[in-house]
């Protein structure tokens, strides 16, 4: 099975989710787990910033956007939803990689959780200290 050469792929990731997002020419609609955008990311700040990279290239109108998105919340998720749309347009689209780079939509955001430490009780948190 072959899929049509107007459907662009890329995979998006940030913190501990990561999104599989599909671009094709279109009139604009955006959907997430079957959702739209507006519904799914509550905020109406985290729905602009994972439709950023189509702002950027000015086809928030003339692309469809779909996307599968898993693990983490709803900031970590705009986040690898915007990063796998920006790898799509790559695809779709060489010519706009140096408009992406600019803005900062290629790179991913590489910042994790840091893990806990032993005897400690969290990641940077220590004890009271009690000198008597």
């Known amino acids: 099975m072959s899929t049509p ?32 955008f507006d519904s799914y990311f509550s905020h109406d700040n985290f729905a602009k910033q994972a439709y950023a990279p189509l702002q950027t ?10 996307a599968n998105v898993s693990g983490g919340g709803v900031a970590g998720q705009a986040g690898a939803v915007a990063h796998g749309i920006a790898r799509a347009l790559q695809k779709m689209n060489a010519e706009l990689r140096p408009a992406l780079k600019k803005a900062g939509h290629i790179r991913r955001d590489p910042r994790e959780k840091e893990r806990k430490k032993a005897g400690q009780p969290g990641a940077r948190k220590r004890f009271q200290f009690s000198k008597r």
């Open 57 to 66: 290239v000015d086809l928030r109108e003339k692309i469809d956007v779909t």
């Open 5 to 36: 050469a107007s459907i662009f792929t890329g995979t998006g990731r940030r913190k501990t989710s990561t999104a599989r997002v599909r671009i094709a020419d279109g009139s604009g609609k955006l959907t997430v787990n079957g959702r739209g």
